[in-house]
């Protein structure tokens, strides 16, 4: 699954902040010029993957929001989640980048364990960062061997 | 292409049943076999369209079984998953299976078993068919509502009591069926009041969890009077399919659903109709948010307008354009793949004239039913045989 190969790192502690020293938030580009996220085998239109965008680089907006009170097993109650897209530059002429995920407590610690009752607006201005452990793998239905768990929440920046 | 027909129909009480999966299909089976004067051995085909018995139940294997239950041992049998468009999904193979003259008498029973388990264990159920960076993120149904309910109510400037009204409308319209799970009305202040599921929807935004089964027999028009009188049966004058995105952040506007703008597309020109020709519809409110978003796709209003006729009450029972008044999911229930089905059971009920105090004048219906949050959806179109 690309997941596991895109989020493989020279050292995945993430728990720093450091750039470089944390997985990148890896999205797919293709030979027509798009971008995806997540990665799939051939873009939108067809066309094969050429490469890789880290997302970490990308100012991103909050599309939408929720406050999710009714949370699966092994997930954060509350849990809010957000719509956000990444402003990928004037020169980028491809379907908008966009990515889903849990918002992050302001100024919290970049790891797993903080609350999800964090309130946002649709427009703010929000970073990824990176989560060992978004839900409990294992709790779930899932096998928790079929996918990786760790990935990115949305802090918001003031 | 043969015309395909429905000639016989039933659902059971939908809700908190005692009887599992294998239970609840041979008796919306049974009933409808009853319905159209056939048995199990007259069946070439038989379908159970259904989501996840072995995932909720540990039984697979249902449509072998319910083959045997019915006497119906010989015909050729599938099961049909498409998540919550399976019901729908099973209505295009039947049809599929008459229209080729593969079958000449064919079977589609839809259900689900649910309530055993806790509403997180069926939430998560369900949400095992989103993407992996979804599922680890603990997404459900219920949030992709709620932010594309946010995001609607944004952009095209809409109350949120337009959405409660859905609900009340929904709930006013279960009274009058004896199968819902609600057969209750519920005013605009309890559903604003009820508890914060997803922000901004509340509880009564949503679809219960629900047991239930519904059942359609289909035979080609050219012969469907040997079965029932002309003003007994229906006519699937158009039908069609399409998929959206898998991952629903991937979609260009999160609030128009492709699949179905293009199925509808394909089952209008099928049926040689358009919008403006349906009397009645049966859409797959699994949320409040989704009946505004179906009623715009299927071009029955303008994109973000669909708000304004519930609000104007041009969805209601007496409305111009009566929507849901089999309760729709939210008040008659959502036994996952049994509701495309009971959806249809609905339409050939108000086509052949047979809905009783629910009962509008339509001679032309649609169902459209919706799996995943939009990604896979069947569109039906049904007129009287009349």
Request: proline share 16%; net charge negative.
């Given at each position: 699954m690309s997941d596991h190969e895109t989020s493989d790192t020279d050292d995945a502690t993430g728990s720093d902040g450091k750039r470089g020293a944390e997985p990148t938030f890896e999205a797919a580009e293709y030979a027509d010029g798009t971008v995806t996220y997540p990665p799939h085998t051939v873009s939108p239109n067809g066309a094969e993957r050429v490469g890789t965008v880290d997302l970490r680089e990308y100012e991103a907006r909050i599309v939408t929001w929720t406050m999710s009170t009714?949370?699966?097993?092994?997930?954060?109650?509350?849990n809010t989640l957000a719509i956000v897209e990444f402003d990928m530059g004037d020169e980028y002429d491809g379907p908008v980048v966009r990515a889903l995920g849990q918002v992050a407590e302001r100024g919290g610690a970049d790891d797993a364990g903080e609350p999800g009752d964090v309130e946002v607006d649709i427009g703010d201005r929000v970073e990824p960062v990176y989560a060992d452990d978004l839900r409990e793998p294992?709790?779930?239905?899932?096998?928790?061997?079929?996918?990786?768990w760790d990935g990115f929440r949305f802090r918001p920046v003031e | 292409m043969e015309r395909v027909a429905v000639i016989g129909a039933s659902m059971t009480q939908f809700g908190?049943?005692?009887?599992?999966v294998q239970e609840l299909l041979a008796e919306a089976g049974a009933a409808a076999l009853d319905d159209a004067g056939i048995d199990g051995g007259d069946l070439d085909h038989l379908y159970v369209s259904n989501m996840a018995s072995g995932e909720f139940e540990g039984q697979t294997g249902v449509p072998n079984a319910l083959a045997h239950d019915l006497a119906a041992t010989g015909a050729y049998t599938a099961r049909i998953d498409q998540t919550s468009s399976s019901g729908g999904a099973g209505v295009y193979a039947a049809w599929q299976s008459v229209a080729s003259g593969a079958s000449d008498v064919t079977m589609l029973v839809g259900g689900e078993k649910m309530t055993h388990r806790t509403t997180s264990e069926a939430t998560d159920v369900i949400a095992s068919l989103t993407h992996p960076v979804e599922y680890k993120h603990g997404v459900t149904l219920p949030s992709f509502a709620g932010l594309t309910a946010r995001l609607y109510l944004d952009e095209y400037d809409a109350p949120r009591e337009s959405l409660g009204k859905v609900a009340v409308k929904n709930h006013r319209n279960g009274v009058d069926n004896p199968h819902a799970q609600f057969q209750k009305e519920v005013d605009l202040d309890t559903v604003l009041g009820s508890?914060?599921?997803a922000d901004p929807l509340r509880l009564y935004d949503f679809c219960p969890i629900t047991d239930g089964s519904a059942a359609l027999v289909f035979c080609p028009e050219s012969v469907a009077q040997e079965y029932v009188p002309e003003d007994e049966y229906a006519v699937i004058s158009g039908i069609g399919g399409a998929t959206d995105t898998h991952v629903v952040h991937e979609r260009a506007d999160p609030t128009t659903m492709g699949g179905v703008v293009d199925s509808s597309e394909i089952a209008y020109e099928m049926a040689g109709v358009g919008p403006d020709d349906v009397d009645v519809a049966e859409l797959h409110d699994m949320f409040t948010i989704l009946e505004f978003l179906q009623s715009e796709d299927l071009g029955f209003f303008e994109k973000g307008e669909g708000w304004k006729a519930v609000e104007e009450g041009v969805t209601d029972r007496d409305g111009d354009l009566p929507i849901?008044?089999?309760?729709g999911l939210k008040s008659k229930g959502h036994p996952l793949g049994g509701s495309g089905v009971a959806q249809v059971y609905e339409i050939y009920q108000q086509v052949t004239g047979n809905a009783g105090p629910r009962q509008v004048e339509a001679d032309t219906g649609l169902a459209c039913n919706v799996g995943g949050f939009g990604n896979c959806v069947t569109t039906a179109i049904l007129e009287g045989g009349r």
């Open positions: 009714a949370t699966p097993p092994g997930v954060r109650e509350p294992g709790a779930g239905i899932r096998e928790p061997a079929s996918q990786d | 908190q049943r005692d009887a599992w508890p914060v599921v849901n008044t089999s309760g």
